[in-house]
């Protein structure tokens, strides 16, 4: 049976990472990218959702202090929560 010798098994080593260097890497598989992107169009979305919220709690407190029915308030926050709705689902398409 053949022994293979020290200076074999290093040239062959060698020649095998030189191999493997040259072969390009990928840190990120395919559709990654889109996928990050999806995640941050939902992430601007969800912040537009909470501005919204807030937003409308702001004009609800407003409208109580001035001499509107509580009704008319209900009905103002309603229509800023939705237009908030409608621009998170704008930025969501977009993508």
Not at 11 to 32: D, F, W
Not at 49 to 71: I, L, M, N, P, Y
């Amino acid at each position: 049976m053949r022994t293979l010798s020290f200076r074999t098994i290093v040239a062959a080593a060698v020649g095998l990472a030189t191999v493997l260097a040259g072969t390009p890497t990928y840190s990120q598989t395919q559709g990654m990218e889109r996928r990050q992107d999806r995640r941050m169009d939902r992430h601007d979305a969800r912040d537009t959702r909470q501005e919204g919220r807030q937003e409308g709690r702001a004009v609800k407190q407003e409208c109580k202090e001035g001499d509107d029915s509580r009704a008319e308030c209900r009905q103002e926050k309603r229509n800023t929560k939705q237009d908030a709705r409608e621009q998170a689902r704008d930025i969501k398409r977009n993508d």
